[in-house]
T-cell receptor
Framework: DAGITQSPRHKVTETGTPVTLRCHQT?????MYWYRQDPGHGLRLIHY???????DKGEVSDGYSVSRSKTEDFLLTLESATSSQTSVYFC??????????????FGPGTRLTVL | GQQVMQIPQYQHVQEGEDFTTYCNSS?????IQWYKQRPGGHPVFLIQ?????EVKKQKRLTFQFGEAKKNSSLHITATQTTDVGTYFC?????????????FGQGTILTVHP
């Protein structure tokens, strides 16, 4: 597996609290992604990054923000968690350059429960 | 926006039976990728198809990309219990959104021994 770690792996929090999930890679990939996975919906893109400080929204970005201050780390923040954000969150890394194959490699996931 | 539909959502088979999952996109794709997720695990890349009408094989798995580059299929011959998991297709829209995949909902495969 590609060198991708996610932290924490499990988290239980209460509605209204801020939550930050971290994705760390050691592969020097330019592209990084945050997805959420819910039954019946597959994997839905929240935000992605195509370089340091370059990010863009995915299809389900409301309620989430991201930051990427260095190549290795991509942070996902829930400013005020809601129960609808209970999900499994996957980080993925994508192409190293804009001319590389655009396959993605996924981290182990973070299971987040918002009570 | 681009939509990728995948059917069936669930498939239960007896070990040794064949299995097929289908993927259809609302737009023409530059390429399509397939991923497998074992229960409790993370998605793992299987294969990428790029050319119109392309067919690729990996042992018992056969992947096809439609002539119009809007649909794809994954066929598993003689399933084994190790094939259990969720199979996702993921498309990249032609001409735009480099590096951005749209995933289908996935097909959950159960294999009964």
């Amino acid at each position: 597996d590609a060198g991708i770690t996610q932290s924490p792996r499990h988290k239980v929090t209460e509605t209204g609290t801020p939550v930050t999930l971290r994705c760390h890679q050691t592969e020097n990939h330019r592209y990084m992604y945050w997805y959420r996975q819910d039954p019946g919906h597959g994997l839905r893109l929240i935000h992605y990054s195509y370089g340091v400080k370059d990010t863009d929204k995915g299809e389900v970005s409301d309620g989430y923000s991201v930051s990427r201050s260095k190549t290795e780390d991509f942070l996902l923040t829930l400013e005020s968690a809601t129960s609808s954000q209970t999900s499994v969150y996957f980080c993925a890394i994508g192409p190293k350059t804009t001319s590389a194959a655009d396959t993605q490699y996924f981290g182990p996931g973070t299971r987040l429960t918002v009570l | 926006g681009q939509q990728v539909m995948q059917i069936p959502q669930y498939q239960h088979v007896q070990e040794g039976e064949d299995f097929t999952t289908y993927c259809n996109s609302s737009t023409t794709l530059s390429n399509i990728q397939w991923y497998k997720q074992r229960p409790g695990g993370h998605p793992v890349f299987l294969i990428q198809l790029v050319k119109s009408g392309e067919v690729k094989k990996q042992k018992r798995l056969t992947f096809q990309f439609g002539e119009a580059k809007k649909n794809s299929s994954l066929h598993i011959t003689a399933t084994q219990t190790t094939d259990v998991g969720t199979y996702f297709c993921a498309g990249v829209e032609g001409g735009t959104s480099y590096g951005k995949l749209t995933f289908g909902q996935g097909t959950i495969l159960t294999v009964h021994p």
